[in-house]
């Protein structure tokens, strides 16, 4: 168990559901500080995202339809970790996949909760660079539709400032990869 966690007492398990990328319940529960009630919670493998940076310092970035929000959003490439998938592993399908690009060094920016006020997802982030694009980029999922589109660490920032769609995953793993950004 990763240090400063405490576990509830599971007093009941009311509802359970199994989806395709996370679990779903609600539960009863009796937290650490003894008080009961009943608490829904996203169970979820975890995603792993990638700062790509092309030699000119620029950012790779996708424009992304998300249907939850029903319009697209600025990304970085991420995804979800599969069954016993290391996360750089899913991130370095991922950046394939979404962006075209490969990359040759990789170091890991760190690791956050996502949303812990209903769900357990914690995204690792890595700085991808010595990129090369992909004489054949694999295939995107079928219900991926992505525009990939390039920003100077500058851009990026004024877009986030100025109120331009961009996921919260990627405003924390930019700040986590600023001091590598000249």
């Known amino acids: 168990m990763p240090i400063g966690r405490e576990l509830p007492q599971l007093l009941k398990q009311r509802l359970f559901y199994k989806g395709r990328k996370f679990d779903f319940e609600v539960n009863r529960l009796r937290l650490p500080n003894k008080a009961e009630g009943e608490w829904e919670c996203i169970r979820h493998p975890g995603g792993a995202l990638a700062v790509p940076v092309t030699a000119e310092g620029k950012l790779i970035l996708v424009r992304q339809y998300r249907f939850a929000i029903q319009g697209r959003i600025l990304e970085f490439p991420a995804g979800t970790v599969e069954i016993n998938e290391d996360p750089l592993e899913t991130v370095q399908r ?15 920016l760190g690791e956050f909760f996502l949303a812990p006020g209903y769900s357990d997802e914690i995204i690792y982030a890595f700085l991808a660079r010595d990129l090369e694009k992909l004489a054949t980029p694999p295939a995107q999922d079928s219900d991926e539709d992505i525009e990939i589109v390039f920003f100077t660490p500058e851009q990026l920032e004024k877009a986030i400032l100025e109120g331009e769609p961009v996921d919260a995953k990627t405003i924390s793993s930019f700040l986590l990869a600023r001091p590598f950004l000249v």
Not at 94 to 108: F, L, N, P, R, V
């Open 94 to 108: 991922e950046i394939q996949e979404e962006t075209g690009y490969s990359a040759q060094k990789w170091d890991k």
